[in-house]
């Protein structure tokens, strides 16, 4: 089947069958690695992208769905000033350790400072928005304390990416 939807706001066109993962489309067909396939099964978060605006696990939706889908990844993100401030915090606390599930987190991590609209959150509320992603090296710690600098900043997340 013919897809066409735009991906980190170009409009795409591709071939698949209808069960094909947009995971592998993403790194596989069009070569945005960025994303990464952690266990496969929606479960760890490395794979984290937004469609439509809204956070899924790209392993999880099938080709069938994408039609006229607007997804933007983490590739799609790199020059935005919001993008350069969060690696920023994340370098400076140490949260990046081995890097695997990074961009899973950095993607959450958009999600809650759109969310957050300038509240401080206790480290349960931050916690929480990151209870889709799995770190399997030393914790969490790092990543919340580099969020919380994030949620003392006033950076700005536009609602939507593309236009």
Do not use: W
């Not at 809204?54 to 020059?79: E, F, W, Y």
């Not at 000033?81 to 991590?109: H, L, W």
């Not at 509240?119 to 304390?145: H, P, Q």
Request: glycine share 8%; with cysteine.
């Amino acid at each position: 089947m013919n897809i066409k939807c735009n991906i980190n706001g170009k409009s795409v066109s591709f071939e698949a069958e209808p069960l094909d993962r947009l995971l592998d489309i993403l790194r596989d067909t069009l070569g945005l690695t960025g994303t990464k396939e952690g266990c496969g099964e929606g479960e760890c978060g490395a794979c984290t992208v937004f469609m439509n605006n809204k956070l899924v696990n790209s392993c999880l939706v099938p080709a069938m769905h994408l039609q006229d889908a607007d997804i933007v990844t983490i590739d799609g993100l790199r020059d935005f000033d919001f993008f350069t401030s969060i690696t920023q915090s994340y370098e400076e606390n140490g949260a990046v350790q081995c890097g695997f599930c990074t961009p899973g987190f950095i993607m959450s991590t958009i999600e809650l400072l759109r969310k957050s609209n300038g509240k401080v959150l206790t480290d349960d509320e931050v916690k929480s928005v990151f209870a889709g992603n799995i770190c399997r090296c030393t914790g969490y710690d790092k990543i919340i304390k580099a969020v919380r600098q994030l949620l003392h900043t006033n950076i700005e997340i536009p609602k939507r990416f593309y236009e």
